[in-house]
């Protein structure tokens, strides 16, 4: 699927499942009701591309990329900014490749890998990492993966405890 413009959806923009597999190159993925992209049941899609061929996740009303339920994947060189939930969101056993990606100036969290399983992940360009209070003001404790990356693309990978 390539040069694609998938917008205002009332699902996710793309949900690829059930050992699903697919190429997924310069689409424009923006304004769907929950996710941009899902990945799930054990499905393995390439998100990515180079240069202009990149895919824009922007602006969904759910997570940019939800990975869940045994799914994988590989997110490449994808700019993924301006979601309501996470940029990137694990859980329930997903275990994705994300490499080079622009992820910035989503509502909850860059990353969020909700079942403490640290994936595979190396040379994203942003978190905001801002830690939360809960309502209480008490610290609330969630392990998190924090990308520290330069714009040389060096990785440093650390597991921190953050305030949620």
Not at 18 to 31: L, P, Q, R
């Amino acid at each position: 699927m390539i040069n694609n413009v998938i917008t205002k959806s009332k699902a996710n923009g793309i949900h690829v499942y059930h050992k699903g597999k697919g190429i997924f190159e310069g689409n424009t993925i923006s304004e769907n009701q929950l996710s941009g992209v899902r990945i799930s049941e054990e499905a393995d899609p390439y998100f990515g591309g180079v240069e202009d061929k990149c895919n824009k996740i922007t602006n969904n009303k759910g997570q940019g990329v939800l990975v869940c339920q045994y799914g994988r994947g590989t997110i490449h060189n994808c700019d993924i900014k301006n979601n309501a939930l996470a940029g990137i969101e694990i859980t329930h056993f997903g275990d994705p490749r994300v490499l080079q990606c622009a992820v910035q100036d989503n509502a909850v969290a860059e990353f969020d890998a909700a079942n403490r399983r640290m994936s595979r992940r190396a040379e994203n360009r942003k978190h905001n990492g801002e830690p939360e209070l809960n309502d209480d003001g008490a610290k609330k404790e969630d392990y998190r993966l924090t990308l520290n990356v330069t714009r040389m693309g060096t990785c440093e990978n650390t597991v921190s405890s953050t305030l949620r």
